[in-house]
């Protein structure tokens, strides 16, 4: 008998520290934090600055792809689909038509450890998706069973639904979500103080002397 795990959906992220959190960029909070940065070879698809969301996720069997078809009929606005394609790296979980859907409904976007197709469409659409990989062989409605909203492993992160998500550009990070007010705050301050260190560089001071880098080799070298 065809093996299906669904739990309940995760509560959401509340929709301002939502917005403020969209407002960071992930690499802001690369600068101190170390975990839950997804492998960068997860790379993007379409993304149009920074967006943040409830995680939502997804373990497919290799080649099937039943359960994605039907968690669209559960998720919300504001939800970040996260997908575990269990390794498989020969199929396409997502396309076009998925696409139009997860438009509709309104998700925050959309990660796969795993492969998309039509991604022109996906462009077009103005989807943020990040994926490991692009395929034309796509799954099928094999009827294989899955898991939702229970613990997956996303490019070397262990998520969880109701995590927070955000990702941009240039990388995915997702953290427990009561953490991410924090993370938000912090991630402000140090956008406030890149700002200083700008305004400094354009006063003629350099980089080194305001890091702090120069002092920490000469206190090395004595030179």
């Not at 997860?42 to 967006?51: K, S």
């Not at 994605?68 to 396409?92: E, Y």
Request: net charge negative.
């Amino acid at each position: 008998m065809t093996a299906y795990n669904i739990a309940p959906m995760p509560p959401q992220m509340d929709p301002a520290l939502r917005d403020r959190l969209g407002g960071c960029e992930p690499a802001t909070i690369g600068h101190f934090r170390r975990n839950g940065f997804v492998d960068p070879q997860i790379t993007c698809r379409h993304a149009n600055g920074p967006v943040a969301g409830t995680a939502v996720t997804i373990a497919l069997p290799p080649g099937d792809g039943t359960l994605l078809n039907h968690a669209l009929r559960l998720l919300r606005p504001g939800d970040f689909l996260i997908v575990d394609q269990g390794g498989d790296r020969r199929h396409a979980c997502w396309g076009a038509v998925l696409t139009d859907v997860a438009c509709r409904i309104g998700l925050a976007g959309v990660v796969i450890d795993g492969l998309a197709t039509d991604v022109l469409a996906i462009r077009q659409a103005g989807l943020p998706l990040w994926s490991r990989g692009l395929a034309a062989l796509t799954t099928k409605l094999a009827n294989g069973g899955g898991a939702m909203n229970r613990p997956v492993s996303v490019g070397g992160v262990v998520v969880n639904a109701g995590d927070a998500v955000l990702a941009d550009e240039n990388g995915i990070l997702i953290m427990p979500a009561s953490e991410a007010e924090a993370a938000a705050t912090h991630a402000a301050e140090v956008e406030a103080e890149e700002r200083r260190i700008l305004a400094r560089l354009a006063n003629g001071e350099v980089l080194p002397d305001i890091s702090g880098a120069t002092r920490l080799v000469l206190g090395q070298t004595g030179r």
